[in-house]
């Protein structure tokens, strides 16, 4: 298979998204527009959310990713995009035991 791209539908969060809003399911996507320093995930990670909560794909972990979900909620429900941004100073990450900090940003809207 060398030189050919391979579609994982499985787990891709695009068609997963496409699958939830044929079910009539409210979906907001989120997406990483820009990262400064270290950033768990790259610009162009994508995350999906359903109106209830469920969710698939990352766009960075621990306690970013459920402050997304949450945000996303609210965006299916006004259906007002948003830009999310996240981060930690260097001085800061050291003390809670990171190596060091980094800073994302997160543009939320709902599909449909």
Partial sequence: MAGTAHLDEVRDPLIIAEGWKAEGRGVAIATVVETWGSAPRPA???????????FHGSVSGGCVEGA????????????????????VA????????????GRIKVHVERLG
Avoid: P, Q
């Avoid at 162009?44 to 469920?54: A, E, M, Q, R, T």
């Avoid at 001085?91 to 990171?98: I, S, Y």
């Fill in 90 to 101: 260097d001085e800061t990450a050291w003390r809670v035991g990171l190596s060091c900090g």
């Fill in 68 to 87: 997304v979900v949450a945000e996303a909620i609210d965006v299916i429900d006004s259906g007002k995009a948003r830009t999310l941004e996240f981060g």
């Fill in 44 to 54: 162009g990670s994508h995350l999906v959310v359903d109106v209830d909560g469920n």
